[in-house]
């Protein structure tokens, strides 16, 4: 390692593992304050994340640093707060707006790679490696298996892909090449829709011929390209993806599907049987306290019982339309930026200052409505 390359990772201090992961941590640069990740990787990947350093992508981490270091490849990448796809599916479902806008993010993200002399191909889309932002950013962040496809080999020398995911030729049927990522991009787009693989359900309505196309078994079958996936997507999606799809634009993906019918309430939407449990309680125990409170007037007497209930109904409004603010119910809370801000602190005061509201509110309406019968 040179002195120029030791120095720079003298720059970072380390603060941790990341999600306990010993090959990959977070760090502080000590001069600019900014906070990173450093990955130790196999030297076999200098190439590709040099590639990433010197030709950015949006949909993909900054690359700040890319060193040797003996037998291991020394990576400083971009730090980035949100959840992976697989951890938002735990908490709901997409809508097949969002999922197609992710797809049209990542056909961009992957093109220059694609397009590269030779080409670099991921090999490894699925939804741990797919980061949805807190500010709606679609982020590719794994390329630890990519490999960069060489003209004229039968197939890869070492077959690697995760179960499920992985196109044929990545099991010894052929070379990987770009179509190898657009099979993966398929079963993705169907596991976004059905939170199940092709092979046990296909995805139903506008998106399932483009499923079934990505994931042919001849890579002759499928798009050739991504551009040709995107064009795809982008006709089925002309109707929601709006303005933000043109021209390259860097689409942004709400929190909260937009297209979530009403009737799905919070606890609901994943249909999961244990948040549905869990949700019938809570709303059990805000109907049993609510409708049980004892309320006085100003001398100290129990209110009429016309009146103590319409009190009871206004507090127990109040406390329910906080839960769905809380949880984003068809993405109200995204119209305020306090509650989506990266500190969790300012999040939870937010929460706690939108309880007030709430409850001044439902007050407010009682003393209106006790001014107007009296």
């Known amino acids: 390692m040179r002195l120029s390359e030791e120095y720079c990772l003298s720059e970072y201090q380390e603060l941790g593992s990341l999600n306990g992961n010993e090959k990959v941590h977070i760090v502080r640069n000590r001069i600019n304050g900014l906070i990173c990740v450093r990955k130790h990787l196999t030297p076999e990947l200098l190439d590709i994340y040099t590639f990433l350093k010197n030709h950015p992508n949006p949909y993909i981490p900054k690359i700040y640093e890319c060193i040797c270091e003996g037998h291991e490849l020394i990576v400083i990448e971009e730090y980035f707060t949100g959840k992976n796809l697989e951890e938002v599916l735990r908490e709901r479902e997409f809508s097949f707006g969002e999922a197609g806008r992710i797809l049209v993010d990542l056909c961009r993200g992957l093109r ?3 397009e590269a002399e030779p080409p670099i191909i991921c090999r490894d889309l699925k939804t741990e490696n797919v980061i949805l932002t807190n500010e ?3 982020k590719l962040i794994d390329f630890d298996i990519a490999r960069i496809y060489q003209p004229g080999k039968v197939k890869d020398t070492v077959m690697m892909g995760t179960e499920g995911y992985a196109a044929p030729e990545q ?3 052929g070379q990987t090449d770009a179509r190898t990522d657009i099979y993966g991009m398929g079963v993705l787009l169907n596991y976004l829709l059905t939170h199940t693989f092709p092979s046990e359900k296909m995805a139903v309505g506008r998106m399932e011929p483009i499923i079934r196309k990505c994931i042919k ?3 002759e079958d499928r798009y050739q390209s991504v551009d040709e996936l995107e064009n795809e997507l982008q006709n089925e999606l002309k109707d ?3 303005e933000n799809s043109e021209n390259g634009r860097k689409t942004q993906i709400p929190v909260q599907t937009e297209n979530e019918p009403f009737y799905k309430i919070p606890g609901f939407r994943s249909r999961k049987f244990w948040k549905m449990c869990v949700a019938v309680i809570g709303y059990v125990l805000i109907t049993t306290i609510c409708f049980s409170m ?3 007037d100003a001398n100290g007497q129990l209110l009429p019982l016309s009146r103590l209930m319409f ?3 206004m507090v127990w ?3 329910i339309l906080w839960v769905f603010f809380v949880c984003d119910y068809r993405g109200i809370r995204q119209k305020i930026p306090v509650v989506n801000h990266k500190m969790r602190i300012v999040r939870l005061m937010g929460y706690i200052v939108a309880e007030f509201i709430f409850l001044f509110g439902a007050a407010v309406v009682c003393v209106f409505v006790e001014t107007f019968l009296s």
């Open 136 to 138: 709606g950013d679609v």
């Open 311 to 313: 009190e009871r109904f």
């Open 317 to 319: 409004l109040s406390q």
């Open 112 to 114: 220059p790679l694609h």
């Open 217 to 219: 078994l001849n890579p």
């Open 171 to 173: 099991f010894g049927f």
């Open 294 to 296: 004892e309320i006085m």
């Open 240 to 242: 929601v993806l709006g």
